[in-house]
């Protein structure tokens, strides 16, 4: 299932998002709280302090293999919203796709690491986190806003829905 992390310090941002990813992607199934993001002042350059994120996750099921279009997609979003002149940060807004089956929560990065697979054209995943004993659990490279109970019990809810999606896709 395709869940897009929007991180953003500007809340209308939120709305452009999900809109342009329904567009694509079709209708939101399930939707996280939006929750401070203050794990990192990494993105304070060109994002401008006090951002907030939000997971959404889509209904339509994705095959693995799309997630680095997904990724390549998600970040010529974010390059058309700060080419829109609306906003005078240089990054308004952060789109992090991943995909969450039932033994893991995966996502696509341009960055590489020692953990972190290449897929093609400059993406790389990584899994973040990993079902085990009910609930997602960290390894010790996930993100600190990953590891946040808000975040964990959000993705435990979209698995629950994802179980709902695939009885229904008959699979």
């Given at each position: 299932m395709l869940v897009v992390a929007v991180f953003s310090k500007h809340l209308e941002a939120f709305d452009w998002t999900r809109e342009r990813l329904q567009r694509d992607y079709g209708p939101?199934?399930?939707?996280?709280?939006?929750?401070?993001?203050?794990h990192t002042k990494y993105y304070d350059s060109t994002m401008g302090p006090g951002q907030h994120k939000q997971l959404l996750?889509?209904?339509?099921?994705?095959?693995?293999?799309?997630?680095?279009?997904?990724k390549l997609h998600t970040n010529q979003l974010e390059r058309e919203l700060a080419d829109s002149g609306q906003y005078a940060e240089a990054r308004p807004v952060n789109l992090d796709p991943g995909l969450l089956t039932l033994g893991k929560f995966e996502l696509a990065t341009t960055k590489d690491q020692c953990h972190r697979i290449y897929l093609r054209d400059g993406i790389f995943a990584e899994v973040t986190l990993r079902f085990q004993d009910g609930q997602y659990e960290p390894w010790p490279w996930t993100y600190a806003d990953y590891r946040e109970d808000v975040v964990r019990r959000a993705l435990k809810e979209f698995r629950d829905y994802y179980k709902q999606r695939l009885a229904a896709a008959g699979g």
């Amino acid at each position: 299932m395709l869940v897009v992390a929007v991180f953003s310090k500007h809340l209308e941002a939120f709305d452009w998002t999900r809109e342009r990813l329904q567009r694509d992607y079709g209708p939101i199934g399930a939707v996280s709280p939006i929750y401070p993001f203050h794990h990192t002042k990494y993105y304070d350059s060109t994002m401008g302090p006090g951002q907030h994120k939000q997971l959404l996750a889509f209904e339509q099921l994705v095959a693995p293999e799309q997630l680095t279009a997904i990724k390549l997609h998600t970040n010529q979003l974010e390059r058309e919203l700060a080419d829109s002149g609306q906003y005078a940060e240089a990054r308004p807004v952060n789109l992090d796709p991943g995909l969450l089956t039932l033994g893991k929560f995966e996502l696509a990065t341009t960055k590489d690491q020692c953990h972190r697979i290449y897929l093609r054209d400059g993406i790389f995943a990584e899994v973040t986190l990993r079902f085990q004993d009910g609930q997602y659990e960290p390894w010790p490279w996930t993100y600190a806003d990953y590891r946040e109970d808000v975040v964990r019990r959000a993705l435990k809810e979209f698995r629950d829905y994802y179980k709902q999606r695939l009885a229904a896709a008959g699979g």
